[in-house]
């Protein structure tokens, strides 16, 4: 089995896409993959053309986090994805070799258990990052509190417009009324003239406060030491 990892938070135009393209159909065109197994929904909105024409007849297993597919430049941009934008996969489905399996986040689930475990919960700090999966989950929250908890007060705490210094300073400030809620945090930063994806704020965020903390996806979570 062969990983490559797309780093969507590092393309930023068709240049660093086509890139990407480039050296993955190169990387590969000795070797044929038997199966293409995709994590994301925006790893299909950027390459279901590609693969589609350049591995015809290769079964796709997409694993979603959403039941719903936006335009190409909406995942490329990182743009929210409005109701009327979104697309089924009905006519994705239509080929026998493509198949989806949704994996969501329970995200009013969650929230419902933190207001049961937490009947003072006044507020909500959401921490998230500018990924896609990201942007939209930032939308669907602020929907979700509007019209289900409307009694809770939403802060969004965001990678690239929050400093893990200031993560440290909010969560230490945190009281019982404010719960958090952690999906994602992937930054950008710049070492040795290259551009690099770094995520190391968990040990911050299960440092600085003495709250629990609760997600909506396990990945790094225990090895990154908050359990």
């Not at 959403?66 to 239509?94: P, V």
């Not at 009694?151 to 300073?169: F, H, K, Q």
């Not at 969560?171 to 019982?176: I, V």
């Amino acid at each position: 089995a062969y990983t490559e990892h797309m780093n969507t938070l590092l393309m930023e135009n068709e240049e660093d896409l086509d890139e990407f393209r480039r050296l993955l159909f190169q990387k590969y065109q000795e070797a044929k993959p038997q199966i293409i197994i995709l994590l994301g929904n925006s790893a299909w909105g950027l390459l279901k053309k590609d693969l589609k024409e350049s591995w015809q007849g290769v079964p796709i297993l997409l694993c979603a986090e959403e039941n719903f597919m936006g335009s190409r430049e909406a995942y490329l941009c990182k743009e929210i994805i409005s109701n009327e934008d979104k697309r089924a996969f009905q006519e994705d489905l239509k080929d026998p070799l493509f198949t989806v399996l949704h994996v969501p986040v329970f995200l009013q689930e969650t929230i419902s258990l933190m207001t049961d475990m937490n009947p003072g919960l006044s507020k909500l700090q959401f921490i998230s990052d500018q990924r896609h999966t990201s942007v939209q989950l930032r939308k669907e929250v602020a929907d979700l509190m509007a019209h289900r908890f409307p009694n809770l007060e939403l802060e969004l705490v965001t990678a690239g417009e929050t400093s893990n210094e200031e993560v440290a300073a909010l969560l230490e400030s945190d009281k019982s009324n404010v719960g958090v809620l952690f999906y994602s945090w992937y930054l950008k930063s710049l070492q040795y003239q290259n551009v690099i994806l770094t995520t190391n704020v968990y040990r911050i965020i299960s440092n600085y406060t003495s709250q629990p903390i609760y997600t909506l996806t396990d990945a790094g979570v225990e090895d990154a030491g908050l359990l």
